[in-house]
């Protein structure tokens, strides 16, 4: 194999790519906050989803295997080394966080920790039960990063953060509902009930289409109560999601590569969004 492709492959299905996107949301929460931007938080957050994204993968590659992903592929190349890079990231985050944060954010961080690890193991069999269960779960999860931005930065708990929180929670709703389309196959053996599977392709996009719009409800609530003149810049996430709703309609379109690239690294663009209006409103 080519370096180049390893790096690559690597940084798609090593998850590099959605830990950045992710992380993305605790920098854009800095901004809209007007705090300091901390860089060592940064790199506490991307170790932390590191450290449950190669845990989780670890665990399901079995079942990856049956997909036609090229994840499993590339991970099976050392496969029995991930164990201690898993480790090695979970080690990393919690010393950085006990050397720069402090002991709400270090308990908080390893709430974030067991949600992370425990879905795979303990609350995936409930998405057997409860449609979209999965879902709900992640969402709330990736979602709480915000509340963890304000604990780490010690920011007041407020009506503002808590709309944030919201706004987020629901964006990742969207993509990680998204992203039950290329798990169908695997999905349906296991019985999962996730959006796809009980509503069908077709009127499960539909669906999301409706949900994109409703998100942005809280969004503009803060837009609303806050005043700032840069936020509205987000809303131009609306029709990138859009986009690859309307793409996975395609019949001829490569649902994993628009799973994997295109809806896991939307969030990357959420800061610049936010500076762009920055600049302009000054």
């Not at 099976?76 to 002991?103: D, R």
């Not at 425990?118 to 409930?126: A, D, L, R, V």
């Not at 942005?216 to 609530?221: A, D, N, R, T």
């Amino acid at each position: 194999m080519r370096i180049s492709n390893f790096i690559w492959n690597e940084f798609i299905y090593g998850g590099h790519w959605f830990s950045i996107s992710a992380s993305s949301i605790v920098f854009s929460t800095m901004i809209i906050l007007s705090l300091q931007i901390r860089w060592d938080l940064l790199i506490i957050v991307y170790l932390l989803l590191q450290c449950v994204y190669n845990y989780n993968h670890y665990k399901e590659l079995h079942l990856d295997s049956l997909s036609s992903s090229e994840r499993p592929n590339h991970l099976n190349i050392y496969i029995k080394s991930l164990p201690y890079i898993t480790l090695i990231y979970g080690i990393s985050f919690i010393f950085l966080i006990v050397y720069f944060g402090n002991i709400e954010s270090l308990i908080f961080c390893i709430f974030l920790l067991f949600l992370g690890i425990s879905f795979t193991s303990i609350f995936k069999k409930f998405t057997a039960k409860v449609i979209g269960f999965k879902n709900y779960y992640a969402s709330f999860t990736l979602g709480s990063l915000i509340i963890f931005t304000a604990i780490y930065c010690s920011y007041e708990l407020n009506n503002h953060l808590f709309e944030l929180f919201l706004f987020s929670t629901f964006r990742f709703f969207i993509s990680s509902s998204f992203s039950d389309i290329k798990d169908m196959p695997i999905d349906k053996k296991q019985n999962l009930i996730t959006f796809p599977i009980y509503f069908g392709k077709q009127k499960f996009l539909t669906f999301l289409h409706i949900f994109n719009f409703i998100t942005f409800i809280p969004f503009f609530i803060i837009i609303i109560e806050t005043n700032l003149n840069f936020i509205p810049f987000l809303f131009f996430t609306y029709f990138y999601t859009f986009y690859y709703i309307a793409k996975a309609n395609n019949r001829n379109v490569d649902i994993q590569s628009l799973t994997n690239i295109v809806v896991d690294g939307e969030f990357i663009f959420w800061p610049f969004l936010l500076l762009i209006g920055l600049k302009i409103t000054a």
